[in-house]
Nanobody
Framework: QVQLVESGGGLVQPGGSLRLSCAAS????????MGWYRQAPGKERELVAM???????NYADSVKGRFTISRDNAKNTVYLQMNGLKPEDTAVYYC??????????????WGQGTQVTVSS
């Protein structure tokens, strides 16, 4: 069984920063791509950033230059450093990972979500 646990959300003023973390645990053989998605009220879930197993990154145009995704493979953890936050970044942020378990079953896993609110 594989679990993704997120942390680091909260309330921040416009222009502020937050760092999200997502740790994978359980019966893991290997972790491939990891990423962050977000869903604002009344909107569809959208990709924010993705990082491959070789640390190649991809960002939504709306966050380029402000957000940085990184990973620590030794800790099975992915991070999202968010700087220059704007009210339109307010959403629930979800971690996602492509994981192959020790039974060699591959699947996509989601975290429970963490709320990020940008407001003065």
């Amino acid at each position: 069984q594989v679990q993704l646990v997120e942390s680091g959300g909260g309330l921040v003023q416009p222009g502020g920063s937050l760092r999200l973390s997502c740790a994978a645990s359980g019966s893991i053989f290997t972790i491939n791509a990891m990423g962050w998605y977000r869903q604002a009220p009344g909107k569809e879930r959208e990709l924010v950033a993705m990082i491959s197993s070789g640390s190649r990154t991809n960002y939504a145009d709306s966050v380029k230059g402000r957000f940085t995704i990184s990973r620590d493979n030794a800790k099975n953890t992915v991070y999202l450093q968010m700087n220059g936050l704007k009210p339109e970044d307010t959403a629930v942020y979800y971690c996602n990972a492509a994981i192959t378990g020790r039974n060699y079953h591959a699947d996509f896993y989601w975290g429970q979500g963490t709320q990020v609110t940008v407001s003065s």
